[in-house]
């Protein structure tokens, strides 16, 4: 087995990553690995990398204008490859560890307003089962503050009406209890009465939100319907599944939730990321003074 083979192996069975994180990762580390070869450096001898070979692949990057948050990300990858390497005695120490990320401008997230969500969620109502479905989709993600993969991991026994919860699995399989509102919980009761037997016909499936062949419905979908929601209702298309997550979190923060609590029910880690919606609340704020106040 190929070192890279050995690392996607302990990416996704160690360290519990998604499938689109562990090909993200390999593809950066292969890329690495094949610029490696043209400097006379084989996969087999991982010792002889140094920062040199780093520095001119992140160069040879630059060149080519790839933007910062991109090189930092191949660098991020390599820098894991090779920690790995060392851990696993292929190589004495990392030394991309010595190596600094370039400081990446850190964008505000994009979050819909309070009437654009209302205008989506509209947008979302009909009697077809799948039409149904999506209305619960949305609600459930505007309610809770669940990413995308949560979503579509979600299986019925997860979801519980009486204690007004869903079970997720996070980054890192991390399991977290997240709340669902009383709309919500009418979407999807109403859901799972009609459209979710109409989509099944008679198949059997474990998964809380299926396709319309039955199947577990996958996070490309969500994204299609959530694009023809946001075009019905006037808004701008470069929403996403994810901009739901943002407003959750954005307007708990307007409305004086206590970070921690939106940390807590975001399920990051680290709360410097949560601290990204105060700026975003205090950004609006902003806003409304400048275009209000007389001698802004």
């Known amino acids: 087995m190929s070192w890279i083979d050995s690392f996607a192996r302990h990416l996704g069975s160690e360290r519990n990553l998604s499938p689109r994180t562990v090909e993200a990762y390999t593809g950066d580390v292969a890329q690495f690995i094949s610029f490696c070869e043209r400097l006379g450096i084989s996969e087999d001898s991982p010792g002889h990398i140094g920062v040199g070979a780093i520095r001119k692949f992140l160069s ?45 401008p850190r964008r505000l997230p994009r979050a819909l307003g309070r009437d654009e969500v209302t205008s989506l ?22 309610s809770s503050g669940i990413r995308l993969s949560e979503l579509v991991g979600i299986d019925v026994h997860d979801y519980s009406p009486s204690t007004r919860s869903v079970r997720v699995f996070g980054k890192g399989a991390r399991e977290r209890i997240a709340p669902v509102g009383s709309q919500a919980i009418a979407a999807i009761g109403h859901y799972l009465e009609t459209a979710r037997p109409a989509l099944l016909a008679g198949r059997e499936s474990s998964a809380l ?36 997550r943002h407003s959750f979190a954005t307007h708990m923060t307007d409305s004086g939730a206590d970070l921690r609590a ?35």
């Open 60 to 104: 040879m990057l630059q060149s080519r204008g790839m933007s910062a948050s991109s090189v930092s990300r191949k660098l991020s990858s390599i820098r894991s490859y090779l920690r790995y390497l060392a851990r696993e005695g292929a190589i004495e120490s990392n030394p991309a560890l010595t190596m600094s990320r370039a400081r990446r």
């Open 121 to 142: 969620l509209g947008a979302a109502g009909g009697d077809s089962p799948l039409a149904i479905r999506d209305r619960a989709i949305l609600e459930l993600l505007y």
């Open 209 to 244: 939100f299926v396709s319309r062949l039955g199947q577990r419905i996958s996070g490309r979908s969500v994204e299609r319907a959530m694009k023809k929601y946001l075009m019905k209702a006037g808004l701008p298309s470069r929403s996403t599944p994810h901009s739901m």
């Open 262 to 296: 939106v940390q807590e029910l975001l399920g990051h880690s680290d709360i410097s990321t949560t601290q990204i919606y105060t700026s975003v609340s205090r950004e609006r704020l902003y806003r409304v003074y400048r275009k209000t106040h007389p001698r802004a």
